[in-house]
Nanobody
Framework: QLQASGGGLVQAGGSLRLSCAASGGAFSGYGLGWFRQAPGKEREFVAA????????YYADSVKGRFTISRDNAKNTAYLQMNNLKPEDTAAYYC?????????????????WGQGTQVTVSS
């Protein structure tokens, strides 16, 4: 089971750190991804990290501002979001890829957690 947390309301230019905590399963063997969905829009890829943390991918829109990481000892993944913009406003979801790969492909994720809302005011 995956539980995302850490969302909230922040002004443009601010920062938030999202957490994705896992319970059960073999967390250290999973690839993990963050996706987001704004009202009226499709869910979109944000960032992904491989099981060992060596491979990461980012959407162009967040590259240089967001950092994905993981702590397998704590069964937790993180998304550090800096220099937030109003267009980052969305519900953010974490997901697990049982293959262990970092992937940007939505359909390859096997398990999804509940979202956490991020709202960035201008």
């Amino acid at each position: 089971q995956l539980q995302a947390s850490g969302g909230g309301l922040v002004q443009a230019g601010g920062s938030l750190r999202l957490s994705c905590a896992a319970s059960g399963g073999a967390f250290s063997g999973y690839g993990l991804g963050w996706f987001r969905q704004a009202p009226g829009k499709e869910r979109e890829f944000v960032a992904a990290i491989s099981w060992g943390g060596r491979i990461t991918y980012y959407a162009d829109s967040v590259k240089g501002r967001f950092t994905i990481s993981r702590d397998n000892a704590k069964n937790t993944a993180y998304l550090q979001m800096n220099n937030l913009k109003p267009e980052d406003t969305a519900a953010y979801y974490c997901a697990a890829d049982y293959s262990g790969r970092a992937t940007i492909v939505y359909s390859r994720y096997n398990h999804w957690g509940q979202g956490t809302q991020v709202t960035v005011s201008s």
